[in-house]
T-cell receptor
Framework: AQTVTQSQPEMSVQEAETVTLSCTYD???????LFWYKQPPSRQMILVIR??????QNATENRFSVNFQKAAKSFSLKISDSQLGDTAMYFC????????????FGTGTSLTVIP | KAGVTQTPRYLIKTRGQQVTLSCSPI?????VSWYQQTPGQGLQFLFE???????NKGNFPGRFSGRQFSNSRSEMNVSTLELGDSALYLC???????????FGQGTRLTVV
């Protein structure tokens, strides 16, 4: 079974600073997909960034980047130049390939950006 | 293009009743997944439908069921509601396997 662990229930960061959210996972699969989703108060889950396990290069999307350590089964999210609109719950998610679109989510990290 | 539409947004039901939630995926997306989100259990996978067939099922009792229509719209049904079924129910629409999932805003179900 796949498990995803987010060990930081809550975090805060000053506006314009950098913050890193942690995520570890457990799987016996060699190929898989990892995601970070953001859920603001509006409740709509929004994709932040996606990483394919067979790609060694860490994914980046503007101010968002990941540190993917496959051997350590770690997938952390770095948010640079934090903005007030980044305040949200952040979920790390795992997906196995070729088994349908089933996500395994972590318990989430509530991030607050302080003005 | 229009996003994923879930209806209704809010629902209050009494224990023992049944409820049906609806999800209209993005046009062209054939896969719809359902998730239950609660403060205690987080986000848990209920089931996934692809081309009107259930492709995956999570670890939920048989009171939770779903279906998908030929236009890819999906419904989930919960029978004999229990207080513990109070949750945010999210559906996700996916075009192809392992690509980005687009989520709806959810249906907030309260069982009293």
């Amino acid at each position: 079974a796949q498990t995803v662990t987010q060990s930081q229930p809550e975090m805060s960061v000053q506006e314009a600073e950098t913050v890193t959210l942690s995520c570890t996972y457990d799987t016996s699969e060699n190929n898989y997909y990892l995601f970070w989703y953001k859920q603001p108060p509006s409740r709509q889950m929004i994709l932040v960034i996606r990483q394919e396990a067979y790609k060694q290069q860490n994914a980046t999307e503007n101010r968002f980047s990941v540190n993917f350590q496959k051997a350590a089964k770690s997938f952390s999210l770095k948010i640079s130049d934090s903005q007030l609109g980044d305040t949200a719950m952040y979920f790390c998610a795992f997906m196995k390939p070729y088994t349908g679109n089933q996500f395994y989510f972590g318990t989430g990290t509530s991030l607050t950006v302080i003005p | 293009k229009a996003g994923v539409t879930q209806t209704p947004r809010y629902l209050i039901k009494t224990r023992g009743q049944q409820v049906t939630l609806s999800c209209s995926p993005i046009s062209g997306h054939r896969s719809v997944s359902w998730y239950q989100q609660t403060p205690g259990q987080g986000l848990q996978f209920l089931f996934e439908y692809f081309s009107e067939t259930q492709r995956n099922k999570g670890n939920f009792p048989g009171r939770f069921s779903g279906r998908q229509f030929s236009n890819s719209r999906s419904e989930m049904n919960v029978s004999t509601l229990e207080l513990g079924d109070s949750a945010l129910y999210l559906c996700a629409s996916v075009r192809d396997r392992n690509t980005e999932a687009f989520f709806g805003q959810g249906t907030r179900l309260t069982v009293v």
